[in-house]
C-alpha cells in the first residue's frame, strides 16, 4: 500500500539561523520531488516550528471557536474577503454534498479581522507569530520546490514576493474546528470536509492527533493521513500542478464524519497556511505544454471561492 513519505528538512528549516547551503537545499530538493511526484503529499518532519507554536495556536483556535455563535459572527467572513469566520455551512467543497461540518477562521496579515482582546486574549499575537514562523519556512521551501523541478532557486520566491502582504497575496493562515456530529448525519450527503483539492501553490497543514483526513491516490484509493506528532503535512496545490504540468498532482483530499459513534463524539481540530502567488501573477506549464491553461492567480482564486461559499 502507499504511503505519504516523510522528509527530515532539519538541514534547511527554521533551526538553521544562518542560509543553508545550495547542497542541502538541493538534498532535500530531490526528496520533495520523489514524494510530490508519487503522491502530492509529503509529512515535513524537523522543520524548526515549535511544539510550543503548535500548542499555542491550537489553544487559541479552540477558545474563538467555543465562544457562542453570536459573538463568533460579529468577526465573520465578507464578501471577496479570505479572513474572517464562516460558520458551519457555509462553505460547500463538494458537488452533492448538502452539509459540511466545520467552521472555519482565516488570518492573512495584521491587516485582517481579528477578536477582541475580550473575547479571545492574546488571539491577535499567537496567530501573527504563527504566520510569522509559517512565512520564513515557506521562503526556504519555495527554494526547494523550484530546484526539486529543476529551475533557477529564486523562480517561487518572485512569484510569492508579496507573501507578508495581504492585499497583494491572498497567502492564509485558515483554523478550522470540526464539532462533535451530534444527530445522525447521511454519509452521502454529509461530511466533515468535502473532497477537494487546494487552489494554492503548496499547503502546510497542521493537525491535532484526532485525525480523519484522507487523501486520493492516483489508482483512486482514499488511504489515511495519519497524524505524526510534530509533523507538517504539506501538499500541493493548484497551481503547483499547473506549473508543474502535474507532475507534482493536486491530490484530492477529504474528511468525513466518522463511523464509529465514540469518534463522531470527538471535536477535530487543524490549521492551514495556504501558500498562493501574488494576485498578479500568470501561471502555466512550465515546459509549454496546453495542457492545463493559463490562468491568473487572484483571478483563479476568487473564482474557485464564489463557487463554494454563501455569506
Sequence with gaps: MISIPVVDI??????????????????????????????????????????????????????????????????KRLPNHYDGYLSPDKEILQTGIQKEIKETYGIGSSECIFPSEQDVPGFKETCLDFID???NLCRRFLVVLALSLDLAEDFFLKRHQEITKYKENPSTLRMVY?????SVTDPTTAVRCGEHSDFGTVTFLFQDNVGGLELKTKTGEWISAVPLEEAILVNVGDMLAIWSDG??????????????????????SSAAYFVLPDGIVMVEPLNGSNRFPTVNAAEYLANKIKNIISY
Aim: proline content about 7%; aromatic content about 12%.
Design 178 to 182: 470540526y464539532p462533535p456530529v451530534t
Design 10 to 75: 532539519e538541514a534547511v528549516g527554521l533551526k538553521q539561523s544562518g542560509q543553508p547551503s545550495n547542497e542541502a537545499f538541493r538534498k532535500v530538493a530531490s526528496e520533495i520531488h520523489q514524494a510530490f511526484s508519487q503522491i502530492g503529499f509529503v509529512y515535513l518532519v524537523n522543520h524548526g516550528i515549535s511544539q510550543e507554536q503548535f500548542s499555542a495556536i491550537f489553544q487559541k483556535s479552540r477558545e474563538f471557536f467555543l465562544l457562542p455563535l453570536e459573538v463568533k459572527e460579529k468577526y
Design 133 to 135: 514562523s509559517c512565512v
Design 247 to 268: 507532475v507534482y498532482p493536486a491530490t484530492p483530499h477529504r474528511v468525513l464524519v466518522p463511523k464509529e459513534e465514540s469518534k463522531k463524539q470527538c471535536s477535530r
